[in-house]
């Protein structure tokens, strides 16, 4: 048997025989994987609450033979999320980044850099900051950490740097965007703001630096975060085949 | 001809499929069945028709019930204008226990789960929006439990009923009678230090 310490996030809980719950992680060394909480229905004494979608823990996991479900031997609290409850934006927000790397990421592969993009990603949608910029952010880190980073600052086909430009065309296909004398020859899936896209290859740019609260205010591309949201959701959908049930429920949310 | 299963097999598979219910629990209770007297047996094979057959929602709250309205809805003595919110059915009974309320209930039928897709239609908000239209309501309490997915409900909930002239309550988080302070995690504490309440003034 197997013993090891990490944090994780929960990501799933789904009950199991008569007092069990199957609980999915998704833990710093281990990447997401599915755990086994014995008993944890039943009495309350080992985990308490704290099992609860989008908490943070210290987690000991217990591996034993080679196919059966590892063991949720023991969690303590990090961070319960209670900030993220604070408005159904925030929650569907979180809700949308956690089924990403539920669905997008492989049992079992370890993915640090994920890890901390998404753990900030949450801390900050907790924290009252500003959403958009926190969530393309992460989009980016998370295409990237799957390797399915876009080509922003150059044409995907012909690798010609991009010019200034008033509007930019996008293709899925050819992995971003496109410079003008290779449109007619790709398939153009929607066309951006050229000032929205260059303020995604500054982000991207930042890399892991923390931009003060005052720079994310005055993110300039907060006016054409609808189209920036909608290429940065369809360019997932498309590489990574994920279809998130919660982002239909964001979208239903925004629409109402 | 098709193969007939032996009906002690086909009860524990069909056991199986009661929520909680392990392969264990289900085959000691087929074995209990077995060798009831068959009067017992079939009294409870006819209550389970009749269940099937006979209960229904309650057209006021959605509760289970035999009949329709249910005893609690039909109640004179209980309060139409308070109405608490619950996700479950047998989150009532707790509810009742504790003596402390003597207004209606509605209930949900769950909670929204952005990521199993669970959203608002597949719950019983509409007839809880119906019923505070319908009538004189004056609060509702959101009495679902404090996990993610319930919180996000009582969110939305709570954006759909404001500006509509209602009391709209929700059973604060915080520490249980008879624990620990010591063994209670600091997120309740923080939050029961939050949501404190004034028990005396100070002196002047």
């Known amino acids: 048997m197997k013993s090891i310490a990490t944090e994780a996030v929960v990501l799933r809980r789904t009950p199991f025989g008569e007092s069990d719950l199957l609980v999915g992680l998704f833990t710093r060394d281990l990447g997401v994987l599915t755990t086994i909480a014995k008993g944890a229905r039943r009495s309350r004494k080992r985990f308490g609450g704290i099992l609860d979608t989008l908490a943070r823990l210290n987690v000991l996991i217990e591996t034993r033979r080679a196919n059966a479900i590892p063991l949720l031997a023991g969690a303590s609290l990090v961070d319960f999320g209670l900030g993220l409850r604070s408005s159904l934006d925030r929650v569907a927000i979180a809700y949308y980044m956690g089924e990403l790397v539920w669905r997008g990421t492989k049992p079992g592969v370890r993915l640090i850099e994920l890890y901390e993009a998404f753990v900030q990603a949450l801390d900050r949608v907790a924290s009252d900051g500003p959403m958009p910029r926190t969530l393309a952010e992460f989009l980016l880190r998370y295409q990237q950490a799957l390797g399915y980073r876009p080509k922003l600052d150059a044409c995907a086909l012909c690798h010609a740097p991009l010019a200034v430009a008033a509007e930019v065309a996008i293709s899925y296909r050819a992995g971003?965007?496109?410079?003008?004398?290779?449109?007619?020859?790709?398939?153009?899936?929607?066309?951006?703001?050229?000032?929205?896209?260059?303020?995604?290859?500054?982000?991207?740019?930042?890399?892991?630096?923390?931009?003060?609260?005052?720079?994310?205010?005055?993110?300039?591309?907060?006016a054409d975060w609808p189209a920036l949201r909608h290429f940065l959701h369809r360019f997932t959908q498309y590489h990574l085949d994920v279809q998130p049930a919660s982002w239909r429920w964001w979208q239903r949310l925004i629409d109402a | 001809m098709a193969a007939v299963k032996d009906p002690l097999r086909l009860l524990v598979e069909l056991l199986q499929k009661v929520p909680g219910m392990g392969e264990k629990s289900a085959t000691r209770m087929a074995y209990h069945f077995m060798k009831a007297p068959a009067q017992e047996v079939l009294g409870l094979a006819e209550a389970l028709r009749r269940l099937k057959a006979e209960m229904r929602e309650c057209e006021e709250c959605c509760d289970v019930s035999f009949r329709s309205p249910c005893e609690t809805c039909a109640n004179?003595?209980?309060?139409?204008?308070?109405?608490?919110?619950?996700?479950?059915?047998?989150?009532?009974?707790?509810?009742?226990?504790?003596?402390?309320y003597a207004g209606v209930y509605h209930v949900l039928h769950g909670t929204l789960s952005p990521m199993e897709n669970v959203g608002p239609e597949q719950l019983r908000i509409a007839p809880l929006l119906r019923r505070i239209e319908g009538r004189p309501v004056c609060e509702v309490i959101l009495a679902i439990n404090p996990t993610m997915e319930g919180e996000t409900t009582m969110l939305y909930l709570m954006d759909l009923l404001k500006d509509r002239g209602l009391r709209v309550t929700k059973l604060p988080v915080g520490l249980a009678l008879g624990s620990d302070i010591e063994y209670t995690d600091h997120e309740t504490l923080g939050k029961a230090l939050r949501d404190r309440v004034q028990v005396s003034s100070r002196a002047t």
Do not use: F, M, Y
């Open chain 1, 176 to 222: 971003g965007v496109l410079c003008p004398a290779c449109v007619p020859s790709a398939e153009v899936n929607l066309r951006l703001p050229g000032r929205a896209v260059r303020s995604l290859v500054e982000i991207r740019a930042q890399g892991d630096r923390r931009p003060t609260d005052h720079a994310l205010e005055d993110w300039s591309a907060a």
């Open chain 2, 76 to 100: 004179p003595k209980r309060d139409p204008a308070v109405i608490c919110v619950v996700a479950d059915s047998s989150h009532i009974k707790p509810l009742e226990r504790s003596g402390a």
